[in-house]
């Protein structure tokens, strides 16, 4: 998937005349993998930047991307004398500022939405002025407080354009689905739950900033424009269930059948979402277009579900999955194994009930602790050095700190997550889902279903070789 982040900054410096590229490396060594040192870096580096830049951006920083930024950072400088500002969801956790010092030490950083900091730099850097914005800093300053965008609507479109021509897109969630041409899409900004796992709301926020209709219906023109036939709307909590629900997803689908853009399009939605839908607003999604809704559905015990304070039950989730069995939306679901309280027993009972569903596709993850979320600071207190513990290959060994309990070894886990992906993705299951699809739609699904069967978990199987240590409750 594209970096849409670096699109809305892009977007946003291009109002004032920046001339701005978007680099994927990600696409340009698709091979690379998460430990590797390499030694043609510098030359790859060096050929992708082209002319010399006036300032070099480098995101989006998460965990997992935190050795490769700096490999990043110093072939830029072997080359350049440009300014470097580094930004991304890692960037609003506290204790980012030992990390630039003592790791990355780029020029720049900047916690939170980007896109009023990044101006104000470039500004400041054209007038020969210190640049001082919410959100912005060096690393040997005060660490900042994540900065939010107040008025999604007055923000820039995201530069897609810049996606075409001579861009070569990084490889996850491929467009091989017989969906076309596929682009992400972001209608709104933050999260108001505080799931203790999850670092989605650090960096969005808590509050749910919203795009009006217009605004949707100016994007969707724009996406319209540039040719794409699938969006996959990425929101945290485009809806969420409230009093509001149904007018939400109405107002939605109007924006959309104003739009001249016609094509598919999958959301993320939390289940208890899906199952307060009215049949009207659930049939407008159908109708507009949806063809698949993504649900966090995580565990299969409502104490585990507890304990990661989830606010869900399983009742909730297999009613969400009855609720889009009937419709032609697909249903998928997204499990995490392992964590505090669970035990074998717990994580084969998550399993039974994806298999028992009536999904049409599920993913199973390994628990991960992103610093900042109320799981780490269960785990591993409130102030320790977690850059340490990302650099750790023991603890993390994909750059994410993996949970391992003393209930169960990491060996154990991966051993079972593969075998849940290969129980999960059948031909019976394949043959129903059959019905929901297009004609189009049926060869790359069924080859989908093969490829997530017998491969997908083999990004984790080196795990059962090594022996992380994770962190213990
Ligand atoms: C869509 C998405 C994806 C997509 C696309 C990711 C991408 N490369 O853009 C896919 C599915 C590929 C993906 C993969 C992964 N993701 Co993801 N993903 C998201 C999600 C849902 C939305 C991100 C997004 O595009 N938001 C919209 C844009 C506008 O916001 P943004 O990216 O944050 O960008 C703004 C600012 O961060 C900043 N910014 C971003 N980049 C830059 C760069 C510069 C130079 C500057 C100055 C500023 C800046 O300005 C932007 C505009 O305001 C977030 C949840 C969330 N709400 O953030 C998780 C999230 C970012 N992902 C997460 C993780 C862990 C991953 C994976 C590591 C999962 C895995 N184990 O494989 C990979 C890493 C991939 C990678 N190399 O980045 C975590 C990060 C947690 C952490 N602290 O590390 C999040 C927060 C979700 C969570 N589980 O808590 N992800
Ligand atoms: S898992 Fe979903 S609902 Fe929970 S905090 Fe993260 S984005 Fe919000």
């Excluded at 203790?196 to 949707?216: D, K």
Aim: proline share 7%.
């Amino acid at each position: 998937m594209p970096p849409m982040g670096l699109c809305y900054l892009a977007g946003a410096l291009r109002q004032t005349g920046a001339d701005c590229r978007i680099l994927d490396l990600a696409a340009r060594i698709p091979e690379f993998s998460y430990a590797e040192q390499r030694d043609d870096i510098n030359d790859i580096v060096a050929q992708e930047l082209g002319e010399q830049p006036a300032l070099i951006g480098i995101g989006p920083l998460v965990t997992a991307t935190l050795r490769a930024t700096q490999m990043i950072i110093r072939s830029c400088r072997a080359v350049s004398e440009a300014p470097i500002v580094v930004g991304g969801p890692l960037c609003a956790v506290p204790g980012v500022s030992t990390v630039m010092r003592e790791y990355l030490q780029p020029t720049w950083y900047i916690a939170g939405d980007g896109e009023t900091p990044i101006v104000e730099l470039w500004s400041a850097m054209r007038s020969g002025r210190a640049p001082s914005a919410p959100g912005l800093a060096s690393p040997e300053q005060r660490e900042p407080a994540p900065y939010r965008e107040v008025d999604l609507d007055a923000l820039a479109l995201p530069a897609r354009d810049l996606l075409h021509e001579g861009y070569r897109a990084s490889a996850r969630r491929s467009s091989g689905n017989g969906h076309g041409t596929v682009t992400p899409a972001f209608l709104s900004r933050g999260c108001p739950y505080s799931c203790t796992f999850c670092a989605a709301p650090l960096s969005a926020g808590r509050t749910v900033r919203r795009l009006s209709p217009a605004a949707i219906s100016r994007e969707l023109a724009d996406i319209f424009t540039l040719g794409y036939d699938h969006i996959v709307f990425y929101d945290d909590c485009l809806f969420i269930r409230s009093p509001q629900l149904d007018s939400r997803v109405l107002e939605f689908t109007d924006a959309l059948q104003v739009s001249p853009w016609r094509g598919t399009f999958q959301l993320e939605l939390r289940c208890d979402a899906v199952v307060a839908l009215s049949s009207a607003a659930l049939e407008a999604l159908q109708a507009a277009g949806c063809i698949q809704i993504n649900m966090g559905i995580e565990k299969a015990h409502v104490d585990t579900l507890a304990l990661l304070q989830k606010r869900l039950s399983p009742e909730i989730a297999r009613a969400a999955i009855e609720r889009l069995r009937t419709t032609r939306i697909r249903a998928a679901g997204t499990f995490i194994l392992g964590g505090p309280g669970e035990s074998r027993s717990h994580v084969e009972q998550t399993i039974e009930f994806a298999l028992s569903s009536h999904l049409d596709f599920a993913h199973f993850n390994p628990l991960a602790i992103y610093p900042g979320t109320r799981l780490f600071s269960d785990v591993y207190g409130t102030a320790p050095n977690w850059l340490d513990l990302c650099l750790d290959p023991t603890i993390a060994p994909n750059g994410d700190i993996l949970w391992a309990g003393p209930q169960m070894a990491m060996a154990e886990l991966v051993g079972l997550l593969a075998d849940a992906y290969r129980r999960f993705y059948t031909t019976g299951r394949l043959d129903r889902l059959k019905a929901k699809l297009r004609a189009n739609e049926i060869a790359p699904l069924s080859d989908a279903y093969t490829v997530l069967g017998e491969s997908r978990a083999t990004s984790w199987r080196h795990l059962s070789t090594s022996d992380p240590k994770g962190g213990v409750c």
